[in-house]
């Protein structure tokens, strides 16, 4: 087969995203695109320009979403010579979210980052019509497949106060598992916009079927009240705070709001947003407020001497029976993926922590009966953490051994939360000691590359003295994939994590590594217990820019991130040459502070989780790739597959 310029495909305009709908969206029902749609509506609220937002769903499983919000520019754009509806229905990262100056923005605190929004609404959908109503006037177009199909036309007058947007799609059902959006998560999150914009009018209706409307005056306190089974042991502590002009750590505006309560039994309520988008998925505002939580209830349980000898609160305890809703205003939020289920930014921890920390401490002397209470809940969680895990220490004797010198052992001994890290090199082994949670974390620093254990017997594997001190260390011998479950029950770790260099060489290392597990130890991978560390590989120092954008350090895992954010930061004005790169060699030459903040923190690093194939279907590609009579077959798999095995530059 000839290879010339004809074989390489150039996607334009939405392609991608029908292309590969997986990269931008959820593919199980058309809710995310829908979604889409509703953010904007939901952002124009947030900007004070939108009272009322109302979604219909029609017995021909299409959405209309409406708001009389200010209606999308409907002027040619000056770069792109179409209308700017237009651009907004059928231009990739193209929107009103990228302005985040001071005050020029309605979009200053939205939950969009990529600016591929109702593209991707339009681009899944066999059939998306928008009607625009602004300046006196009602204008019309219709797109079918992501492409224009009716050009914008004014269809009639209208009162020269009157605005909004009203957009009606048929997701293509091609695209997804199913074309029925679940009411039940549609109803969720329209009660979140008027749960988080109190006072905003939104409605629901189904065709031919029931109809339902939210609007809360007194916002969180009122609805955590109304969500949480049983009696709360003290009033729920609601309140906001966001940083002032002239903050010299987060910009102008930025903070969080929070209602919050703690309860002795019954179901827990925890919900968090970002800029109005719901994060299911929870991630580092969350661990923010648990941080908070934990540092002002620990600060007025020392301060009264509540604490037992003997017993630490850790963040479990406090939150063990916390019920809560945060919803966090931030620029610029790093989630993960396109849904956004999930918050990265590094920054949000900080944030969260220091806007509540304070006021929740203050509150908690404010209310010394209640808060009394709330300590005993946690109190009792960390006694009942501490007897499980004597118990797990009790059934480890019969069967100690002597583990390896240079293991750095952690703290405790609750085998779900104990992690342990396998690190290349006596170097980065430092940092990750130094850098590391003791109570949590242990390392284990490697010496050179570990043996091909492909076609060694079990029986020999102990020869060699890296394999040996891994097997000793995590507490399990080598088995079969037959082997029963039982042959984890002395697991000293829950998490396994190859930790190495972002390099070729720590390729090397981490594919052996995977090896000598996938061989010797399948149940502990089938058990979901091996991760993959994601060091970076590159620094990006951004210089402040005004009082409201202190610098910043960026940390991108390769060439492909570092391009993402370099393109990003040109959006918000940022010279290209006026941002630092620096390529970190190895995990060595991280500090222990930045290998805790980017690699082993569980609050803002990125493990991958090594998963088992079914029906054994990787071995015939291991005995390949690791097989010592195996070296025709390895050359005739890279020549035909090299673009997969191409080193970062």
């Known amino acids: 087969m000839s290879y010339t310029a004809e074989s390489i495909a150039v996607l334009k305009g939405l392609e991608p995203v029908r292309h590969r709908p997986g990269m931008y969206t959820r593919t199980d029902c058309p809710l995310h695109i829908i979604q889409e749609a509703i953010d904007n509506a939901a952002d124009e609220a947030l900007g004070g320009h939108c009272k009322r937002i109302s979604v219909t769903v029609h017995r021909d499983h299409s959405v209309t979403v409406e708001d009389d919000g200010r209606g999308i520019p409907v002027e040619i754009h000056p770069l792109e010579k179409v209308p700017t509806v237009e651009v907004v229905f059928t ?108 006072g905003l009018q939104v409605s629901l209706s189904v065709e031919d079927g029931a109809q339902n409307h939210w609007c809360f005056a007194n916002g969180m306190q ?19 705070k966001y940083a002032l002009r002239g903050d010299e750590s987060f910009p102008l505006g930025s903070g969080a709001a929070w209602a919050i309560c703690w309860t002795a039994e019954g179901g827990l309520t925890r919900e968090s947003y970002v800029n109005l988008i719901p994060t299911p998925a929870g991630g580092t505002h969350e661990a923010g407020l648990r941080q908070a939580a934990l540092d002002a209830i620990r600060s007025f349980a020392e301060h009264h001497a509540l604490l037992p000898k003997g017993v630490k609160l850790a963040g479990e305890d406090v939150f063990a029976r916390a019920s809560f809703v945060l919803a966090v205003r931030m620029l610029d939020p ?35 009966d209640a808060a009394k209470r709330i300590a005993d809940l946690a109190i009792r969680a960390a006694q009942a953490r501490a007897r499980a895990g004597q118990k797990v220490e009790k059934r480890k004797q019969s069967a100690v051994a002597i583990l390896p010198g240079k293991l750095s052992d952690c703290q405790s001994e609750d085998v779900e939360r104990n992690e342990i890290f396998l690190v290349e090199g006596d170097s980065a082994g430092g940092s990750a000691k130094a850098g590391r949670d003791k109570e949590l974390q242990a390392i284990l620093p490697l010496r050179g590359k570990v043996l091909n254990t492909w076609e060694v017997d079990a029986g020999s594997l102990f020869a060699n003295r890296e394999v040996h001190d891994i097997a000793v260390a995590i507490g399990i011998d080598p088995h079969a994939a037959s082997a ?41 991978v089938a058990s979901g217990h091996l991760y993959f560390a994601q060091p970076p590989l590159y620094r990006l120092d951004v210089p402040g820019q005004g009082k409201n954008r202190p610098p910043r350090k960026i940390y991108a895992l390769d060439g492909a991130e570092r391009e993402a954010w370099l393109d990003k930061l040109r959006l918000e004005g940022v010279k290209p040459e006026a941002v630092a790169i620096s390529r970190f060699k190895g995990l060595g030459e991280m500090n222990p502070e930045q290998l805790w903040e980017t690699t082993m923190s569980p609050d803002t690093r990125r493990l991958m989780r090594v998963r088992m194939p079914g029906a054994d279907a990787a071995r015939p590609v291991m005995n390949m790739l690791m097989g010592k009579s195996e070296s025709a077959g390895r050359r005739a798999w890279m020549e035909e597959n090299g673009a997969l095995i191409g080193a970062e530059t």
């Open 334 to 368: 790093s989630f993960q993926g396109q849904t956004k289920e999930r918050l990265n930014s590094r920054d949000a921890v900080a944030l969260v922590a220091r806007m509540l920390r304070d006021p929740l401490e203050l509150w908690l002397n404010e209310h010394p």
């Open 484 to 524: 029963p479950d039982s042959v984890l029950a002395n697991l000293r770790y829950g998490k396994i994590v190859i930790m190495t260099d972002a390099d070729v060489d720590g390729s090397h290392i981490r594919v052996l590594l995977c090896t000598l597990f996938y061989r010797h130890f399948p149940k502990l």
């Open 222 to 240: 009122q609805y955590l009240a109304e969500q949480v089974e049983a009696d709360p042991v003290a009033p729920v502590f609601c309140s906001e």
């Open 91 to 198: 231009r990739l990262h193209a929107g009103g979210k990228f302005n985040k100056d001071d005050s020029a923005s309605a979009y200053r605190f939205s939950g969009g980052l990529h600016g591929v929004g109702v593209s991707v609404t339009n681009a899944l959908s066999t059939r998306l019509e928008v009607e625009v109503v602004r300046d006196g006037a009602r204008h019309r177009m219709a797109f079918a497949g992501g492409a224009v199909v009716e050009p914008l036309a004014r269809i009639g007058d209208a009162p020269k106060r009157a605005s909004g947007t009203r957009v009606r799609a048929w997701p293509d059902p091609t695209f997804f598992d199913s074309p029925v959006i679940p009411q039940a998560q549609l109803e969720r999150l329209l009660r979140s916009k008027a749960l988080l914009l109190p």
